[in-house]
Every structure is written in structure tokens, then in C-alpha cells.
């Protein structure tokens, strides 16, 4: 009889054992997460001058001189249309300037002016400070997508010196008539809009 119950108590201990080993393996919360992540566009990139598209360098010659004016505005109906100016002359070209990327934007624009027969013009982009050449216009933030800016271009080709504090005499009448005898001399300016990803 003591053999059967330390038999007995052998097989409870031994059943115990198993159990615990059981519940240790299965009987246990198991959780397995998955996670997904967003998607994501690039962003829109899309700048545009004068409602044109653009690359993000564009070099292109401009039509500055297809507004001609006299002295004061006034519409010019002493010389011949069609791009061709004297001294009296004057116009203006502007550059509208528009950021539909969805980043903001740096631009910066360069001139340059071909002028080989060193026709008397002068050039501004405020009306008050006026140089044969146009300095590049410094970098400048645009706003993403409604950001504008304009940029307005002025020449000018004097017909009177006394006119608008003019630097220019009287001895550059033989200059001028000289340049008009001939007839061929021409002058361009081209710009260069450089627009950049704001950091």
C-alpha cells in the first residue's frame, strides 16, 4: 500500500510537472503588430515668368524694346515702329515673376547687355539710378505657391541733356548722328532667372 501511494504521489508530481511545462509553452499571450507607413509625393516644383514655364535656368532675350515712348511717357509717333529707337527714346519691360511650386523658392537674376557700337542708352530698375550697364539683381525669397514678384526694366536714350539730370552734353550729337547715319547698330539685353529650392 506504500508503494501504491508513493506511486500515486510519483504520477501526480510527474502529471504537475507536465503541466507546468505545457502551460509555460502554450498557455501564453502572444500579440504581432504590423505597421504601414504613409505615403508620400514629391513635392510640385513650377515657376513661371510672364505666365510661361520655366526650367530652373532659363536664358531668354526679352522684348524691351517693343514698347517705345517719347520723353514723359507719351506715346512715341516721331520715330518709325518696330523696335527701332533714337535719341528721344524710351521704354520699359517688365518681368512678372510667379512661384506655383508647393516649396518656397530663392531667384536671382542676371543681365547682360550687348551694346557693340556703344549706342548711348542707359538703363535702370527703379527710374532713379540710371547706368549703361544692369547690375544683377540680388537673391530674393518667393513664396510657394502664390508668391509674386515683378521686376520692371527702364531704358533710355536722351535726347536732351538738361532733361532728367542727364550726364550726357551736347558733344555727343555728332555720336549720335554718326550712329544713325549708318543705321545697323543694335544693342540687346538678355536675362538670366535662376530659381533655386529654399532650403
Do not use: C, H
Amino acid at each position: 500500500m506504500k508503494k501504491k501511494i508513493i506511486a500515486i504521489f510519483a504520477l501526480l508530481f510527474a502529471v504537475v510537472l507536465t503541466g507546468s511545462s505545457v502551460s509555460g509553452t502554450y498557455a501564453k499571450y502572444v500579440s504581432e503588430v504590423k505597421g504601414t507607413s504613409d505615403e508620400a509625393r514629391v513635392a510640385k516644383w513650377s515657376f513661371k515668368v510672364n505666365n510661361e514655364e520655366t526650367t530652373a535656368s532659363k536664358t531668354f532675350t526679352f522684348n524691351l524694346f517693343d514698347t517705345i515712348k517719347d520723353t514723359g511717357d507719351a506715346q512715341e509717333d516721331d520715330v518709325k515702329s518696330g523696335k527701332i529707337i533714337a535719341p528721344g527714346t524710351e521704354g520699359s519691360f517688365k518681368l512678372s515673376l510667379k512661384n506655383e511650386s508647393e516649396v518656397n523658392a530663392n531667384i536671382k537674376i542676371d543681365y547682360t547687355v550687348t551694346n557693340n557700337n556703344e549706342i548711348p542708352i542707359e538703363f535702370s530698375t527703379d527710374k532713379k539710378n540710371w547706368k549703361d550697364t544692369l547690375d544683377a539683381l540680388p537673391e530674393e525669397e518667393i513664396a510657394m505657391e502664390s508668391g509674386t514678384k515683378d521686376v520692371t526694366v527702364y531704358w533710355r536714350w536722351t535726347y536732351d541733356p538738361s532733361s532728367g539730370g542727364d550726364t550726357r552734353t551736347s558733344d555727343t550729337d555728332e555720336t549720335d548722328t554718326t550712329l544713325g547715319q549708318a543705321g545697323e547698330a543694335k544693342v540687346k539685353v538678355e536675362a538670366k532667372i535662376t530659381v533655386t529650392q529654399k532650403d
